[in-house]
């Protein structure tokens, strides 16, 4: 009797061990940081031939939607021109002081350079522009933004050479627009040619083409 109830204590201590070893562990909350990203991450991050990129490349036409309007039939004639860009998102972030800085070059989106194809003359601030290809960037001040025709080509976005800049058009900027999350350049008709709508956060910019 006396090894059963010796059994007995020495099961009744061990199982009150375990249990005190198992206490749940108190997990502390990790602290929010101030325009930390909190946007929608791609579903499929491990991609075997490329990585996925979250700032996704984009096209804008003029006439808006051409290639739609080729494949309808809807149009016989060329496209004017379109623009080529990566759409970075705000994910939280405030746009200026956080992702922009004014008086400071900006690439006009993500990754490699935005860039300008030119199809037909256009005019811009009264010089004519001829059919080619060219990059586009901005320098954003407080109530304007100087948008910058470059011929510095397939380079990264970050790399701005100004001895290359071809025209320079200071234009009025507004900020109190809708909101937009994710930055966006698309071709608006006008009467006399076409604006490029230039928009994030609640800032719009257009920049004025005018056709001949």
Not at 37 to 66: C, F, K, R
Not at 86 to 95: E, F, K, M, V, Y
Request: hydrophobic content about 35%; proline content about 8%; aromatic content about 10%.
């Amino acid at each position: 009797m006396n090894c059963l109830r010796g059994r007995s204590f020495l099961l009744a201590g061990f199982a009150l061990l375990v249990a005190c070893n198992q206490q749940p562990e108190t997990k502390s909350k990790p602290v929010p940081q101030a325009n930390a990203p909190v946007g929608i991450q791609p579903a499929n991050t491990s991609n075997p031939y490329e990585a996925v990129d979250v700032s996704p490349l984009d096209m804008s036409y003029y006439p808006v939607h051409y290639p739609l309007q080729k494949m309808s039939g809807s149009t016989k004639e060329g496209p004017v021109m379109r623009v080529l860009y990566s759409r970075p998102h705000l994910q939280g972030r405030s746009l200026f002081g956080t992702v922009l800085q004014y008086d400071h070059p900006w690439r006009m989106g993500a990754n490699e350079a935005t860039e300008l194809d030119v199809f037909k003359p256009v005019y811009l601030n009264n010089k004519k522009i001829e059919p080619g290809r060219y990059t586009l960037y901005s320098i954003p001040h407080e109530k304007n933004w100087t948008l910058v025709l470059n011929n510095n080509l397939d380079t990264w976005g970050l790399n701005q050479d100004s001895t290359k800049d071809l025209l320079r058009v200071e234009v009025p900027s507004t900020d109190n627009n809708p909101e937009v999350e994710y930055f966006t350049m698309v071709f608006k008709q006008t009467d006399t040619g076409a604006d490029l709508l230039i928009a994030w956060g609640s800032t719009l910019v257009k920049l004025p083409f005018v056709i001949k």
